[in-house]
Every structure is written in C-alpha cells, then in structure tokens.
C-alpha cells in the first residue's frame, strides 16, 4: 500500500486505512527534499499541523521523542503536550530514498499496564519471574524444604540470540525471545522454579529431587531449545542467520555447594563461566577452580555484564578545522559504566572479547548517529577499529542494511599496529571505501609510521599521535617531523589531524605547520551532548593564527597581455610571490629550474588562440590545476627539455582544444582523488586533446584516486575528442574506479596514430583505453600498445558498463599495429566490452593477447553481441579463464577471420612484448 508521492498526496487506500484505525498515523521524507509530509492521524497523535513539515522540524521532533522513551517498552516515547501526556509507539524505516515513519497513540494500553500491580514480579515479555520475584519464591521454597532431597540452583545461557536483537525488527525479536522462553517456561513446576535473568540467560532452581532427575531435566531443557521453532502470528516459521540455538547450563547444590541464595547464583554464574570458556554444554560448580580463577572469573563477569546489558555510553570529541575553527567531525570515545575504557579493552583481550567490543562500538555509535541526524548535522563521524577485531564483512554487511544513510559520515580509525598484512587490511579499508566511510590512521609517529603502508590504505586522513604534538613549541625536531609528513600528505591527497592540542602554543605551531584538522581540550573537550560548534574565542584564536601565519601566501597575479618573446622566469616570479599567471596573449615562453618545484598556476584566458612553451618548467599546486584552459581557447603547448606538473596538470574545459608539440619531455604526476593528469575530472566534461610530440620525446602521467583519470575526463560532447598522433606515451593510474585514456560516461571518439603507448590500470573497475561506462569509438593506426589493466572489471580497449537504452555499438578497429594487451579480472575483455554491443576490427596487426578471470573475453565480449572481424593479422592468445569466457568472439557467434594466423598456444610474452616497442615497425603476413 502505497501512503505519499512526491508531492504529499495522500493515497485513497490509506486514507480509507487510517479513517478505520485513527490511533495509527505515518509521515515520509523524500531524502532529496526540504520537506516531509504528515497525514491527519499522524498530525493529531503528534500534536502538529497535517500537511507539509521541514524535515529540521520533523528531525527536532523525533529527537526530543527519544529523549522521552518509555522504560518498560521499546519504541514507545512519552509526549507531553499542553500539561496532557501521550504516549506514542514510533517506528522509523530507512529506504534508500526516503524514510517512513508510523505513529501510534498507545497511551490507553500504557495506562491499563501501569495498574496492574502484580506485574512488579514478573517479567512482562517472558512471563516468567523476574530476578526480584524469582529470589522471592526461591526463599519460600528452602523455608518448605524437608527431607534429603537435594536442590539446585542452574542458569541457562542461549548461544546464538545475541545477534537477532540487530538482526529482526522488534516484534519479531519479541516473538523469537517469547519462544526461547516458551521452550523452557514448560519444565516449571512445583518442583522447578524459573526465571529471567536477562534477555539471553534464564534462572532455574530444583528443589527435593534427585540428582539424577536434575541432570536428566538438563538434557531435557537443552534438547527443548535446540528444537525451538519461532513464528510469527500467522504461524510463518522466522528465519534467522543465528541458526538454531543451544544451550550452557552452569549449576551448584544447595546445601552441599552453597547455603544461601546469593552463593548459589554466584557459583552457577562461575560453572557457567567454565562451560562456556571450555566448550561443554553443563558444568558443576568446583570450589578449587573458583579459589584460583576468581580474579578472571570477577573481570570476565564484569565485562559480560556491560555487553550483555549494553552498559556503554559515549562522549563525543569535536574535531575542527584549523582554517575556521568550524566543526569537520566528532570522534566518538567509549565510555563504559562503573570502570575505564582502557580496563575494557585490557580485559576484553584477556577474554578474546575484543571483536564483540567493535561490533558493539560500532552499532551503539551508528544509532547514536540515526537517533540525532539533526544534531549530527551531516558531519563526519570517527569510529576506533583494532584491524585484528575490524568488523567481519558479514556483520558490515548488516550493519549497512540498517544504517546505509548514515556510512558515508562515518570515519574508521585503524588505531594501532596489527599482525596482519598490509593487504589484508587494505582488503577490509577497501569494503568500507566502497559503502561511502572514510579512513584515518590513528596514532601516526606511533604504529603505522610507515609511508608507503599509508598510500597502500588508500587512507584518507593522518592522526599525528599526541605525543609529538605535545610541547611540539619547544622541540624543532617535532616540528621538521610534522612539516614532512604534511609535505607527504599533501602530495598524495591525504589530510592531516594534529590530536591532543591542549596550549594555544601547540595550537600555533600546528596550524603553521599545514594540518587540516585539530582535536584536543584546546578546542573541545569530549561531552555527552553533541557540540553544534566549539566556543567563538577558541575559533577567533584559530582564525587569527591563520591571519599571521607567515608561511601564507596570498593570491597574487601576473598578467601577461602583450606578446613578449622573451620567457618569462618563472623562478623569479615565485619569489615576487606571484601565485598565478593569466595568459591573454598568442604566445608565451615560460622557463624554470626542474630542481625547484614552483607554486604557481598558468591560466589561459577565454576565447583566445595561443602558443605558449614550457621550459624546463616544474610546477607544483595545492588547490588548483597547474595550467587551467578557459572556455572557447585553443592552446598549442610545446615541451621542450624536461617538465613536470604536480597535483592537477592541464585542466581543458569543454569548449576547448588543446595541441601537445615539442621534442621535449612531459611528466604529470596526479597524485589526488578525483582529479586528471590532462583533461577533466570524472565529473565534468572535457575538449579537444591532441598529442603530437616528436617520436622520441616521453609524455607520462601518473594518477592515483577515487576516480583517477590520466587522460580525457567525465563526457565530452566533441567529434574525436582525443587524438594521440605521434610519441610515447607512459600512463599509470591506480585507484577504485579508472581511466587512463577515454572518458568516465558517455561516448568518446580515440583516435591513435604512430604512437607509442605504454598503460597499466588498477582498480575495482579499471580502463586502460575506453570508457567506463560509454560508447567509445577506437581507432589505432601504425602505432606499438602495450597494456595491462586489473580489477574486479577490467579492460585494455574497450568499455565495462553498458548505457541505458542506448541502440549505438561500440566500435573498435586496429590497423598496421603491435598489441600486446594483458586483462586480468572477474569480468572484462583484452579488447571489446563487456556488456554493449560491439564492431571489432582488426588488420594487419601483430597482437599478444593474455587474459584471466571468471567470465572474460580476449577479442570480443563474453557477456555482450556484435561482430569481430580479423584479417591479414598474426594474433597469439594465451588465457587463465573460467568456462564461460571467450578467446576470440562474442557470446553468441563466433569471428570472422581472413588470412590471418590465429595461435592459442602459449607464447613467449616478455619476448614479444619487448619486440613490440623495439621495433615498432609492422611486417604485414
């Protein structure tokens, strides 16, 4: 049944729905839109206007109900509204689009409850006694007792029910517990009292039976609970990843073990404890094993009790930035009841309990997050992570169902060294990557210390540990420490947090040094409720140290408007302190020293046609791209000796064009998420690029990130966008989503010829030459390939996700060319798309063909249609491929093949690959 649409109608069947039942209402938000709607019910059981609500309203109203919850049930919340109280039963489903709520005006059944005064004994889930009733009738029962009759006291732990409480939603999880208890509620009698101790634990006591029955009765109670079937209330079996439960039971005797109530509770717990540490389903209680483990026994106890009733609370840290002040994150510090955090932890090792710790951590503090949107404000979250506990990706999987909305405010911080590798940590980062988090290394100086293990995590922000931040005024070592590890961090796109600022000095030091971010008592100490910002003295501090800070370079300009055909020094304009040159003349001659790295910008000006070389030129930038190409420019750049460009290179807007001449060489190293060595980001289109160097010179790019590009951009809407006519070209990128040469989405027309071309692509979706998503039309001509892509979906030459409803093919033609192409991947092809329609053409050519994966294709496509045709070609195939992949075809014909030699023997690739840009010349068969 559907409620709203977009625009807040209320559909007919619930109208007729909540005209029958007009104590039950719903509300619904649109993620996307400024304003939830409320129906008639739900208005009058909230005490607001039907209609249209602002979804901070609608988030301030839910937060002030869950500062109100009702104690004796779940879900349901008090209100008190003109001196009246109501009591509402509220449940929130999350989509991915919106979320819905449902009221309901309960306070007539609260009321009815809160009379019945006998319910003070008894345990209003289960119906069993509850620990005060269940010592109560225990007490009267050894007053009763007579005779040699033994009795005992046992608590029954249920493996298995810890998960469902996250698992199932709360009706559900109240039915499954009713059950459990059902399955043991049928042994009490006269001579077997029960009780509830906790949500998964039971009391039993036997009174004036033998031995032998009692441990009969065990067998019984756990054959009973390994049998418990759950339903629903239309008797539909609920199933549940937990499987089916069993069964510990811990015991004592009275009067043998124990003589009073307290003691027998105390030793059964302490049996219990042995038969879980040691695997057995019961145990009795041995007076020696308690004399020598009563210190564990004590700390374990301890901590059973805080993550069986959940007994964590948590402060949150503000973390700010160190431009404004203003709040960037929270880190969320456990706070555990009646002990420290660090007592926990110690303890939890102790007991191997740390990864129910984590668990716990985490899905206390991400409904923490969903419980507070709006205080929370959209600001990133911190979370602690042991790497050897990091949550299961089963259990992240999970967490993600329930909490999808709020990942990609949350920050996972790996915070100490592990026994793992590095690749196995970065396998764990790369999940949580995936859903939207965000990674920081803790402790930085401390454990993780080691650079390259940061660019191996793809980690997204460095913690510099306190203790070099601590008196870090007084110690010049520390502050040369802090300046490389920002100059390292920046390079690689990574932000810097300087934690445990406590003196404005510090403070002072740090913000000089270049971090991003700050966290200490300096700025914010941790508290319970959610700081919407830190106090304005501490930001004006902040503020005016980034005022004075002398290493601050404000923008300054160089214009270049009349031609001048002497170079322009651009060594010396770095020590005028320009930041920026505007080119708005038709030629321009600018030189520099490859030993100083020059922060500077080149901006060409719109609608202007010019030529300008670089020489010996080496520029480094922070923000923007090195040489940005306005709108409706047309730019010839001639290389000449040896360049480099760090950061963003060469940005082309989309109406323009840009020419690559010169016999020198040309190194851009994009080392940041989201960027492009020559072209556009993912995101934004591209122009014209066209690559003419001399034969011998070297154009090579680098680029590491997210969506790393090397080459083109996100879609373009030119003929033939790009043109590489001649050189050698070299081009790496490496990240979670690539492209060396082509574009992100949407068609693109390559044309290649007399090239020489060298590309390795890496990434859980990775494109050497193509698009990711497209329809990309290749041409390559007279020219050496050698290419090599990796990744969950990967190709050489070609395309991986298909366009919507798009009729066009993919089209991909070879000629008088050495291709030595290497694909390796769970789905992909060497050359060809994966899942669109493609025209494979191929002739004269020499090609070494490698592939691996599941289902994988060579010349063609395993998953896609079209036509390949090859003619007067040597192709040599080799593959390590699953059953359905493909060496040469598409998946439902094979090729056409005309005078051409077709090898699917193994080859010699070192030897060919090195003949293939050695001697690029092509011998036509």
């Known amino acids: 049944m559907s409620i709203f649409d977009r625009e807040g109608r209320c559909s007919e069947d619930w109208k007729l729905f909540t005209d029958s039942f007009p104590s039950l209402g719903a509300f619904k938000l649109f993620h996307d839109s400024e304003n939830a709607f409320v129906d008639k019910n739900a208005a009058y059981i909230l005490h607001i206007e039907e209609g249209a609500i602002s979804k901070s309203d609608l988030f301030t109203l839910i937060d002030e109900l869950n500062k109100n919850p009702y104690s004796e049930s779940k879900n349901i919340y008090k209100r008190t509204t003109d001196g009246a109280t109501t009591y509402i039963n509220m449940k929130i489903i999350y989509e991915h689009d919106y979320l819905i709520g449902f009221v309901q005006d309960v306070t007539r059944r609260i009321q009815e409850k809160k009379g019945k005064a006998s319910h003070d004994e008894i345990d209003e889930l289960t119906g069993l006694y509850n620990r005060n009733g269940f010592i109560r009738r225990v007490r009267t029962a050894l007053s009763e007792i007579s005779g040699n009759a033994h009795c005992c006291m046992a608590v029954v732990h249920i493996n298995g029910v810890e998960k469902i409480d996250y698992e199932l939603n709360y009706d559900k999880t109240s039915l499954c517990l009713k059950a459990i208890s059902e399955s043991i509620k049928k042994f009490a009698n006269n001579c077997v009292l029960v009780g509830v101790k906790s949500y998964k634990e039971f009391f039993l006591f036997f009174r004036q039976l033998a031995k032998s029955e009692i441990t009969d009765l065990f067998k019984q109670i756990s054959d009973s609970v390994s049998n418990c079937r759950i339903c629903d209330e239309f008797g ?48 009795e209680f041995d007076a020696e094993e308690f004399i020598a483990e009563r210190n564990s026994y004590s700390n374990s106890k301890l901590l059973s009790g805080l993550i069986d009733e959940n007994k964590f609370d948590y402060k949150f840290q503000p973390i700010v930035s160190a431009i404004d002040g203003s709040i960037y994150g929270y880190e969320a510090l456990m706070r555990p009841n009646k002990t420290t955090p660090l007592e926990v932890l110690r303890i939890a090792r102790e007991n191997g309990k740390l990864y129910e710790i984590e668990l716990l951590t985490f899905r206390n503090v991400l409904s923490r997050i969903k419980q507070n949107m709006a205080k929370f404000s959209g600001k990133k979250i911190f979370i602690n992570s042991v790497p050897d506990y990091m949550i299961s990706k089963q259990d992240f999987r999970e967490l993600c169902e329930q909490y999808s909305d709020v990942m990609p405010q949350v920050v996972i911080e790996l915070t100490e060294q592990s026994d793992l590798t590095t690749e196995e940590i970065a396998e764990q980062c790369r999940s949580f990557a995936a859903m939207g988090c965000t990674i920081a290394i803790d402790d930085y100086g401390s454990g993780y210390s080691n650079s390259a293990a940061l660019v191996e995590l793809s980690a997204d922000i460095i913690k510099i540990d306190r203790t070099l931040i601590s008196n870090i005024n007084q110690n010049v070592r520390k502050q040369h420490f802090l300046s490389g590890i920002v100059d390292f961090a920046k390079l690689n796109g990574i932000k810097v947090l300087a934690e445990g600022v406590e003196t404005r000095e510090e403070l002072a030091i740090v913000i000089r040094r270049g971090v991003d971010f700050i966290q200490g008592f300096f700025t914010a100490k941790p508290d319970t409720e959610i700081a919407p910002e830190i106090p304005s003295p501490i930001s004006e501090i902040i503020r005016s140290i980034n005022i004075n800070k002398p290493s601050i370079k404000h923008s300054k300009a160089y214009d270049i408007s009349s031609n001048n055909y002497e170079p322009v020094d651009l060594v010396a304009l770095e020590k005028d302190n320009y930041t920026n040159i505007n080119v708005n003349t038709t030629f321009a001659h600018f030189v520099g020293n490859q030993s100083d790295k020059l922060n500077l910008s080149i901006k060409v000006n719109s609608y202007l046609t010019t030529h300008i070389i670089l020489e010996n030129v080496c520029l480094k930038t922070d923000i923007r791209p090195c040489i940005i190409i306005s709108e409706n420019a047309k730019v010839t750049i001639e290389v000449r000796n040896k360049n480099s460009l760090y950061y963003d290179g060469i940005y082309v807007s989309d109406s323009s064009e840009l020419e690559i001449i010169g016999d020198g060489d040309l190194l851009i190293d994009n080392s940041r998420n989201n960027g492009c060595c020559i072209g556009a980001a993912y995101n934004e289109p591209f122009g014209k690029i066209t690559v003419d160097m001399d034969k011998n010179s070297k154009l090579e790019l680098a680029a590491n990130g997210d969506h790393a590009m090397c080459l083109g951009g996100g879609i373009t809407s030119v003929d033939d966008a790009i043109n590489l006519k001649s050189g050698r070209i070299i081009a790496n990128s490496k990240g979670k989503e690539n492209v060396v040469i082509g574009c992100y989405d949407g068609s693109c027309g390559i044309n290649i010829t007399g090239c020489q071309i060298q590309a390795y692509s890496s990434g859980d979706n990775a494109v050497c030459v193509g698009s990711l998503c497209g329809i990309p039309d290749v041409k390559i001509k007279d020219s050496s390939i050698k290419l090599e892509s990796l990744g969950i979906n990967a190709t050489c030459v070609g395309t991986l996700s298909p366009v919507n409803n798009a009729e066009e093919t993919a089209c991909f033609t070879a000629l008088d060319s050495l291709l030595a192409l290497t694909t390796k991947g769970q789905h992909g092809t060497c050359i060809g798309c994966m899942k669109q329609n493609s025209d494979i053409s191929i002739a004269g050519c020499k090609a070494k063909i490698y592939f691996e994966g599941d289902i994988i294709a060579g010349i063609g496509g395993a998953e896609s249609g079209g036509n390949v045709n090859i003619s007067h070609s040597e192709v040599y195939i080799d593959s390590l491929a699953g059953p359905h992949s493909i060496c040469i075809g598409i998946s439902d014909k094979g090729a056409k093949v005309t005078e051409s030699l077709i090898n699917l023997q193994q080859t010699n690739s070192d030897n060919f690959i090195l003949h293939a840009f050695d001697h690029p010349t092509i011998l036509k068969p």
């Open 236 to 283: 539909n079996e609920i199933q549940t990843r937990s499987g089916s439960f069993s069964a510990t039971i811990g015991y004592c005797w009275y009067p043998d073990q124990a003589v009073t109530i307290d003691m027998m509770i105390n030793y059964a717990d302490f049996a219990l404890f042995k038969a879980m540490s040691q695997g057995n389903t019961d145990r």
